[in-house]
Nanobody, 115 residues
Framework: QVQLVESGGGLVQPGGSLRLSCVFS????????MGWYRQAPGKERELVAT???????DYADSVKGRFTISRDNAKKTVYLQMNSLNPEDTAVYYC?????????WGKGTLVTVSS
């Protein structure tokens, strides 16, 4: 059973940066495509970024050039570096692990961008 624990959320001013972390356990990390999703108040959950075991990445258009996803297979951890944050990035950010029919979700970490 995949377990994911996010950390690193908080309150940041517009233009600021945060780095989210997600620690994976319960299976073989290298098999999984890892991703970050977010859900803003009153909106549906949306994909932010994904990274394959080989390091290939994909991003939502809204975060391209500002966010960077990375993974450390030795530490079984995936990161999301978020720069140039704006109020529209305010959301609960969820870590996701996906391999074949197996999907796991973390409980989320809240990011609030406000002055």
């Amino acid at each position: 059973q995949v377990q994911l624990v996010e950390s690193g959320g908080g309150l940041v001013q517009p233009g600021g940066s945060l780095r989210l972390s997600c620690v994976f356990s319960g299976s073989i990390f290298g098999l999984y495509v890892m991703g970050w999703y977010r859900q803003a108040p009153g909106k549906e959950r949306e994909l932010v970024a994904t990274i394959t075991s080989g390091g290939s990445t994909d991003y939502a258009d809204s975060v391209k050039g500002r966010f960077t996803i990375s993974r450390d297979n030795a530490k079984k951890t995936v990161y999301l570096q978020m720069n140039s944050l704006n109020p529209e990035d305010t959301a609960v950010y969820y870590c996701n692990a996906n391999w074949r029919s197996i999907t796991g979700w973390g409980k989320g970490t809240l990011v609030t961008v406000s002055s």
